[in-house]
């Protein structure tokens, strides 16, 4: 646990360029709940003087009365199999450089206000201490835990992003989409769990302590927007190489285990190839306990263990896809979902084009989100009169989570296939490798991603992506 005191020592390290979490994690599963602390060594690199810091709060998503910003209606029962359950964040003694502070939760528990004693100017470093407990929701999430899981992801106090001219991130957790957008930082994590589980994760760094009755892993992780680790009874493990990164397969219920890792291997190796090289050592592909098909962390991918068959590799490639667009090059997740998920949803696509040995073609994917579009025009236009096909909303003004995945994912993937026709596959693949060399580690907007796209290929693209992500194109027929 923190304590408020110490010395406060500068000019005794080389000043790093990201901030930096450590974090200690003590898991108890007999209560489903988790003693932490964590210290924040946070570098404003905005043109501003901070006067606050403020963090999102996420696991308060999960407490009492807060169930419309992790389900809806339709999702409900699946995230909850025995019934509505409560977790969330209680955060404890609160210093910064080792004074204790009287740091604010807003009244919707879902932020976060730490006052610094004096304005931090540009370039300048903080030191921000804090205690806090955990308890996890028996839920099919991000965060919680079930017979064969417990999930850790977003989990902590994380630093709102800051826009210059418009302060600190604001944007809450909702049941649309993923509600995340996050800085690249350096990361220091402990975490202490019962003897009997296994840990899935990814790091650069380990130490691994047996304690009485209990485990101690110690891991760095450099250059990420997140981390995230699950802990399993059940847990099996694959490993296998693509090219110098270790890719492990972490599962507890899966038939054909080789084929899964194969699939993990593979994506690696392909994605590494045609958009730039992982530039991490490892990946975790982790199967769990999850309301969606899959989700992505930086290192790490969970997969459904609802989802079988071809459509489990699917997920594999989809979310491993995700660790070049979102955490390598980043994005406002909440404000433009298409920067990442229209993205990634089309790499797929790539990926399955280039290895046929999958069964799945290139060409049956694209007209089979052509189909699933525009029944969905249909059926909403028969039922509503019309329908919003803008892709440019934030994730809560979609106002159904139908409306939400097809306008990101199959709209977004037959957008990609029509810039394609537009400028060729030789540009195309040139656009997304220069994209990736040119903004990784760093935060793009939709302005910045097409006027890239524009240079890169020697096309003006403003208006074709304008069209597409406006929504002026209503109807999609096969090119």
Known sequence: MIACFGIVVTGCA?????????????????????????????????????????????????????????????TRDKIYPNSVSYGGIEIGKTCVNFKEVDASVSDDKMFLSVPLEKELYPDERVSVQMDFSLTLPNAFHRFGWGENFVNFANFYPIICVYKDGEGFDKNSYVSNGDPF??????????????????????????????????????????????????????????????????????YYDDFNPEQALKTGVDAVKFYSDKFGDYPYSSLAVVQTGFVHGGMEYPRLVMISDSVKG????????????????????????????WLDESLTEYSTALFYENHPEYNLSYSQI????????????????????????????????????????????????????????EIGEKK?????????????????????????????????????????LEGKVKFVENN
């Open 310 to 337: 071809e459509e489990y590799q699917y997920v594999i490639a989809h979310e491993i896809a995700h660790q070049w667009w979102y955490g390598v090059v980043g994005n406002d997740e909440f404000e433009e979902a």
């Open 181 to 250: 957008f996050s800085e690249v930082a350096n990361y220091e994590v402990t975490i202490s769990y019962p003897e009997k589980y296994t840990l899935a994760y990814s790091a650069d760094e380990v130490k691994t302590t047996s304690l009485q009755n209990r485990e101690e892993v110690q891991f760095k992780s450099s250059k990420v927007r997140d981390v995230s680790f699950v802990l399993s009874d059940k847990f099996k493990k694959l490993s296998g190489k693509a090219g110098k990164v270790q890719v492990d397969y972490f």
């Open 14 to 74: 080389k000043k790093e360029e990201l901030s930096s979490y450590t974090i200690k994690v003590d898991y108890f599963d007999d209560t489903h709940t988790a003693n932490c602390s964590m210290e924040v060594n946070y570098l404003n690199k905005s043109d501003n003087a901070l006067s606050e810091i403020k963090f999102h709060l996420h696991p308060n998503a999960f407490s009492a009365g807060e169930e419309e910003r992790v389900s809806t209606p339709a």
């Open 428 to 468: 195309l693949y040139a656009c997304l490798n220069g994209y990736f060399k040119e903004f990784k580690y760093k935060n793009v907007s939709s302005d910045e991603f097409v006027a890239y796209f524009s240079k890169k290929s020697g096309r003006n693209l403003e208006n074709f992506f304008s069209s597409w």
């Open 366 to 421: 694209i007209d089979d989100a052509m189909s699933a579009y525009n029944h969905f025009l249909q059926i909403y236009t028969d039922i509503l009169g019309e329908v919003d096909t803008s892709m440019l909303k934030n994730l809560s003004d979609f106002s159904t989570e139908p409306e939400y995945a097809n306008n990101i994912y199959t709209r977004g993937i037959i957008m990609f296939d029509s810039l394609r026709s």
